[in-house]
């Protein structure tokens, strides 16, 4: 009867090991752009400030993240008509409202005009001053200059990331539309030259959000878990870990 005692427990012992296995965290896909100090790839154990409050939340709620990022236009087509796929950070617009499922906002972001040399507090002030104006592809950045009337001729898209604070830097566009962190920290990296900051122009939460298919437990899920990071004042670190000795112009 020994051996049968000594076979039960290695038995439950088995069963519990698959357990164990079998109810490991659920990885769920995470798009991010590159886009610091927002969201950034390859940087260790730093993700940026959406990055790394999403990372966070997702350990809450039980997930862990596997990243993909693609361009950013693409990458928002496959979340949105994909399963169970995250998203940040993305402005919630009227004309993405209904391709997502919209969890919870990870920070807020100001947006205004940038140059070497002039500041404008309008749009219509901007469209009269900056004959070419550089912008993030697929951004609401991007849709904001559109709805407000700027001519197509006069709107420059460029892929996330460097590129439109280099084309600034060499004269080949006149302005740079763009979240206010981001031109910071970009700047920085390229050059010691003072930007001019024109009055902020556009506000708007950033959010993390889910395929418009999308299971209600990992929308209450992270949803929770965000808050609770908000209220308990990690967001709030977080942020400020990575605003912390910027430029300000």
Not at 150 to 173: D, T
Not at 201 to 223: F, G, N
Not at 233 to 241: D, F, L, N, Q, S
Request: net charge positive; hydrophobic share 45%; aromatic share 8%.
């Amino acid at each position: 009867m020994k051996w049968i005692s000594r076979f039960i427990r290695c038995a439950v012992s088995a069963l519990l090991a698959g357990v164990s296995v079998t109810f490991a965290a659920p990885t769920i896909g995470l798009y991010v752009p590159e886009a610091p100090p927002l969201t950034m790839l390859g940087q260790a154990d730093e993700h940026g400030i959406a990055g790394d409050i999403v990372l966070q939340a997702m350990a809450m709620a039980g997930y862990s993240a596997r990243f993909a990022s693609p361009p950013w236009p693409r990458g928002q087509r496959e979340v949105s008509i994909g399963k169970d796929l995250l998203i940040t950070p993305l402005t919630r617009s009227q004309s993405r409202e209904n391709l997502f499922t919209w969890i919870a906002p990870v920070m807020t972001m100001d947006r205004t005009f940038f140059s070497l040399d002039k500041r404008v507090d309008t749009f219509d002030e901007a469209r009269k001053s900056f004959k070419l104006i550089a912008v993030g592809l697929g951004t609401a950045q991007e849709a904001r200059l559109r709805e407000e009337g700027f001519p197509a001729s006069q709107i420059y898209p460029l892929k996330i990331g460097e590129n439109p604070a280099q084309m600034l830097l060499m004269g080949r566009v006149d302005a740079w539309f763009n979240g206010v962190p981001e031109t910071r920290y970009i700047w920085r990296q390229i050059s010691d030259r003072p930007l001019v900051m024109s009055r902020v122009l556009m506000t708007a939460d950033l959010y993390l959000a889910c395929s418009k298919d999308c299971d209600p437990q990992i929308v209450e899920r992270l949803r929770t878990a965000i808050n609770t990071l908000e209220a308990n004042g990690t967001v709030g670190k977080i942020e400020a870990g990575y605003l912390k000795g910027l430029p300000v112009w």
